[in-house]
């Protein structure tokens, strides 16, 4: 068990904000609040830190209330609040602050994946995903890594690929990885082109859905604000 709880993701501040402007905007809050108990709940229930990261604390009432009043020192409107706030509360208040609408439909969909992720979509996240997880964090990106992971979408991809190209490129740079690298077998990964924000909805997965990448392009998709934009990594890669 760590010592230190691990950094809030985006989707926890999210949900943070989002019950902020819901409930607090306009009034105090503490540890023992109802809202702050719920969310403090919900935010547990979201398995997207590993066991071992977690200490006894971990999102417990007063780290909530805590982070609220984080939050609370970004808005204009309040002349006091706790100062020290996160690169990641600062990001996502200016994405959200001026649209509450945004954010609340954000928060319902990260609630409605919790509600519909399947019983083993936490170990869609592992290792080699850490510097993915902490840009995007939380449960819609595991779970659009479960959609991706799952052996029959990958499978019924490549087969359909095969059967209209012959071949496995990647449908970015157009490589042919495994022939690149002279490899036995083939190397390409399966990505999952809906958009983080709309993955809840995705129940039922496409082979249009999907799109075969090479690791180098997979990885940098993740880093634009749309990973269904497949066009524009092309375009910053000078392809036409």
Known sequence: MSSKNPKWTEDEVTLALDVYFESFSDKTWDANSPEVIELSELLNSLAIHDSGDKNIKFRNSNGVALKLSNLASLDPKKKKGMS???????????????????????????????????????????????????????????????????????RKKIKSTLEKHGKICCEVCGIEPHVHYKLD?????????TPLKDIAKATKTTLSDLALLCPNCHRAIHR??????????KRRLGIS
């Open 84 to 154: 020290n706030r996160s690169k990641m509360d600062e990001i996502i208040w200016n994405r959200y602050s001026d649209d509450i609408g945004a954010l609340k439909e954000m928060a319902s969909n990260i609630k409605q994946a919790v509600n519909i992720r399947p019983k083993d979509y936490a170990k869609s996240g592992t290792n080699e995903d850490d510097e993915v997880l902490e840009l995007e964090g939380g449960v819609l990106f595991r779970l659009h890594r479960y959609y991706e992971r799952r052996p029959s979408n990958r």
């Open 185 to 193: 077998k083939i190397l390409i990964e399966c990505h999952h082109k």
């Open 224 to 233: 634009l604000e749309d990973c269904s934009d497949l066009n524009e990594l």
